[in-house]
T-cell receptor, first 114, second 114 residues
């Protein structure tokens, strides 16, 4: 699976949009971009995923650049409860040796402040 | 519906003892993964089960670690002769199937080896 690069930490004011970037310059054509987050002392929580089109769900929006080398997770109205570590993961097919496992990097620590 | 559940939520043991950690998957999920998260570290893959296929054990750190999944449902991760470096949060995730199916994580078991 392709390696991802994320900033170590970011701050955001409550009520404002949080934009979390991720670089995945070596992504291949059949690899998806997934976002998970981990709130302190909890298991990771799925947020959203996409291939090349922008995606939106009740939690967030995912913007993927046309060349697919980077993406941005957008939390439109951040709340204090959105404070967490956010992981950007590039994931390929389950064939061969990958078996669909997720490879987590260090993620971005997002702190939402009042 | 009910999510992934894990038990115990916390476990303190003495060095050299064996421990068993349990994961109850979401009903109908055929894929089950174990991950480990050591203090200040990212999540690392341990083992993967898919239906009746042979498990992918490539992430197990030593032969003291083993896991089984009975009847394609509940899974148990066993650590024999525990060492202090085994202290970590052990996370279970399940998915509907292979490949890019979304993985849903349990709350984890926090293991402390004294």
């Amino acid at each position: 699976d392709a390696k991802t690069t994320q900033p170590t930490s970011m701050d955001c004011a409550e009520g404002r949009a949080a934009n979390l970037p991720c670089n995945h310059s070596t992504i291949s054509g059949n690899e998806y971009v997934y976002w998970y987050r981990q709130i302190h002392s909890q298991g990771p929580q799925y947020i959203i995923h996409g291939l090349k089109n922008n995606e939106t769900n009740e939690m967030a929006s995912l913007i993927i650049t046309e060349d697919r080398k980077s993406s941005t997770l957008i939390l439109p109205h951040a709340t204090l409860r959105d404070t967490a570590v956010y992981y950007c993961i590039v994931r390929g097919n389950a064939g061969g040796t990958s078996y669909g496992k997720l490879t987590f990097g260090q993620g971005t620590i997002l702190t939402v402040h009042p | 519906g009910a999510g992934v559940s894990q038990s115990p939520s916390n476990k303190v043991t003495e060095k050299g003892k064996d421990v068993e950690l349990r994961c109850d998957p979401i009903s109908g999920h055929t894929a089950l993964y174990w991950y480990r998260q050591s203090l200040g570290q990212g999540l690392e893959f341990l083992i993967y089960f898919q239906g009746n296929s042979a498990p992918d054990k490539s992430g197990l750190p030593s032969d003291r670690f083993s896991a089984e999944r009975t009847g394609g449902s509940v899974s148990t991760l066993t650590i024999q002769r525990t060492q202090q470096e085994d202290s970590a949060v052990y996370l279970c995730a399940t998915a509907r199937g292979v490949g890019r199916e979304t993985q849903y994580f349990g709350p984890g078991t926090r293991l402390l080896v004294l």
